[in-house]
Every structure is written in C-alpha cells, then in structure tokens.
C-alpha cells in the first residue's frame, strides 16, 4: 500500500465522525420512533446507496441465490438485532456511553478470534489490550450518576449489540470470497425483507406523526452513516489497507463523546473519561499486536 497522505487521514478522520454521529442520531430518532422502526429504515435507506454504486458498476448481487441462507444469517445478526439493540439502549443510555460500549468491538473480536481462527491466538500485548480495554467498561459501569439500576438492562444490550457485530464479522468469512458491495448488498436486502414484517406487527409506525427532528436523524443514520459511511471505509481499506482503516476504532468513541456533548449537552464524568482512556489504550495494544503480527509475515 502506498504511504497515507494528508487527504488519506482527513478521509479517516471524516469515517470517525459520521460513525460517531450515528450514536446522537440514534437518541435523536427515538424521540418519535422505536428500535424496530429505527432498525428498519436504517437499512432501508443503507441499502440505497449500496444497491446504486452495484448497478453502476455492475455488479451482481447475489441476496436470492444458492448461499441466501448466508446472506439472511448474516443480515440479521450484522444489522437486524444490533441496530434495535443499540436504538433501543440508547432511549436509556446517553448516546457518549453507548458509542464507549460499542467500541469494544476490536476487544471482542480478538476474544472470539480466538477460540474461532486458527491465526488470532493471544498474546502478551493483546491479553494487556483486552484486560485494560474491558476493566475501562466495568469502570463505566461503576459511574451510578450515568449507569442505574434503572438503565442498566440498556447498557448491556448495547454491548451485546458490539458483540453482534463481532459474530456477524466471523459467519461473513464463510462468503469471503465474494465482492464486498455484493455481500452489503445483499445482507441489506435481508435485513430489510426480516425487518419488515417486525415492524408491520410491533411498531406500525405509519399510525404516528413523527418529530422534523427524529425524521431527519432516521434518514440521515440509513444513507449516511449505514450506506455512504461503508463505501467511505470500502475506498480508504482498498487504497490504504486493513491496519490503516482500523485507526478509526481510536477516533470513534472520542467522537462520539465529544458530539454527544455538543448536540445534546450530555453529562460528561471523571469516570466516562477515564473509561474513555482505558478502552482507547485496549484497542492500541489489540491492534499493535496485530500490526507487529502482519508485519512479521510479510517477511516470512
């Protein structure tokens, strides 16, 4: 891969941010709409940009053919159940929390790489990562002016959400040889064809009048940080490569802080810093050991 240059970090930068953004967007639609509904368009409106660039360039999406059963498996446990899950923990939980506890992805990911990849073992460095990582979120756990018995439930469904992801990225290497806007594309497809009779019979929010607010939030979390956000990351990893793209696991909860803050004046405590640092240090030494790994078998 080339070296980054500056227009390569500001991409990452602006990848950071409108993931971070998604988490205030998320509080924001809850106001008028439910975790179902919310999941729903979502993907909905994901899916557009997505299905558009593979008309472009032709590509032939693959949601109704012999590996569908792939497709709708991973549909539901990549975007059906993390997106209510986090929509519905953040009607609880300030969104600054929510995007702290969804950055354990990396530490989850090396957990469950694990036990499930034969290259992914630990090792010193990632066992500190991963012990730092998750004593920040127990830490969180702690603040009671934030996290209560009466939200509690909330926030540990919004890190089994990261947890979603995590199994939803191990099931998508079953199809890895397939093209990435293919695989989107057609497990958006699924998650739409799951969500919608869910939300007919759950939510049916056609009998609502939904907040100018939420309705914007809604659209903008589907086109923007579900659909135009994944080409964003497809264009940096295919001209930077997978160790760059991973620094954005560093920018997102600090973005996610700092928006919460901004948009909803969200309290910020000791205890959120702190378990900001910690989770933020987790993930450099998870990914330093990764990167160690990569660069000693290019060798090899």
């Known amino acids: 891969m080339k070296q980054p240059k500056l227009i390569d970090y500001l991409l990452l930068v602006l990848l950071?941010?409108?993931?971070?953004?998604?988490?205030?967007?998320?509080?924001?639609?809850?106001?008028?709409?439910?975790?179902?509904?919310?999941?729903?368009?979502?993907?909905?409106?994901?899916?557009?940009?997505?299905?558009?660039?593979?008309?472009?360039?032709?590509i032939k999406i693959e949601a109704f053919s012999k590996d569908w059963y792939w497709f709708a498996i991973i549909g539901f446990i990549n975007l059906v159940a993390p997106f209510f899950l986090i929509a519905y923990g953040v009607k609880s939980v300030q969104s600054n929390l929510a995007a702290i506890l969804m950055s354990t992805t990396p530490l989850s990911s090396t957990v469950l790489g694990h036990f499930y990849t034969k290259n992914e073992k630990f090792n010193f460095i990632k066992t500190f990562g991963i012990l730092i990582g998750f004593s920040g979120i127990i830490y969180l756990f702690s603040d009671n002016l934030l996290i209560n018995e009466n939200n509690l439930v909330s926030a540990l469904l919004i890190?089994?959400?990261?947890?979603?992801?995590?199994?939803?990225?191990?099931?998508?290497?079953?199809?890895?040889?397939?093209?990435?806007?293919?695989?989107?594309?057609?497990?958006?497809?699924?998650?739409?064809?799951?969500?919608?009779?869910?939300?007919?019979?759950?939510?049916?929010?056609?009998?609502?009048?939904?907040?100018?607010?939420?309705?914007?939030?809604?659209?903008?979390?589907?086109?923007?940080?579900?659909g135009l956000v994944w080409?964003?990351?497809?264009?940096?990893?295919?001209?930077?490569?997978?160790?760059?793209?991973?620094?954005?696991?560093?920018?997102?909860?600090?973005?996610?802080?700092?928006?919460?803050?901004?948009?909803?004046?969200?309290?910020?405590?000791?205890?959120?810093?702190?378990?900001?640092?910690?989770?933020?240090?987790?993930?450099?030494?998870?990914?330093?050991?990764?990167?160690?790994?990569?660069i000693d078998n290019s060798y090899n």
């Open 16 to 58: 950071a941010s409108i993931w971070a953004s998604a988490f205030f967007n998320i509080k924001i639609a809850t106001y008028s709409f439910g975790p179902v509904t919310i999941a729903f368009l979502r993907v909905f409106f994901g899916a557009i940009p997505v299905l558009l660039l593979c008309y472009y360039k032709n």
């Open 159 to 226: 890190l089994l959400g990261s947890t979603c992801y995590v199994v939803g990225g191990v099931l998508t290497l079953k199809i890895s040889k397939k093209k990435n806007e293919n695989v989107t594309g057609s497990i958006l497809i699924w998650a739409t064809i799951i969500l919608i009779p869910l939300v007919s019979f759950i939510e049916q929010p056609w009998n609502s009048i939904p907040r100018l607010d939420s309705t914007i939030s809604v659209i903008y979390l589907g086109i923007v940080s579900t």
């Open 231 to 294: 080409l964003l990351r497809f264009k940096i990893l295919v001209k930077n490569g997978l160790i760059f793209q991973s620094q954005v696991s560093y920018l997102i909860p600090i973005f996610g802080t700092i928006l919460g803050y901004i948009f909803l004046k969200e309290l910020i405590t000791t205890k959120v810093l702190i378990s900001l640092i910690a989770v933020s240090v987790g993930i450099y030494f998870v990914r330093k050991a990764d990167n160690k790994k990569n």
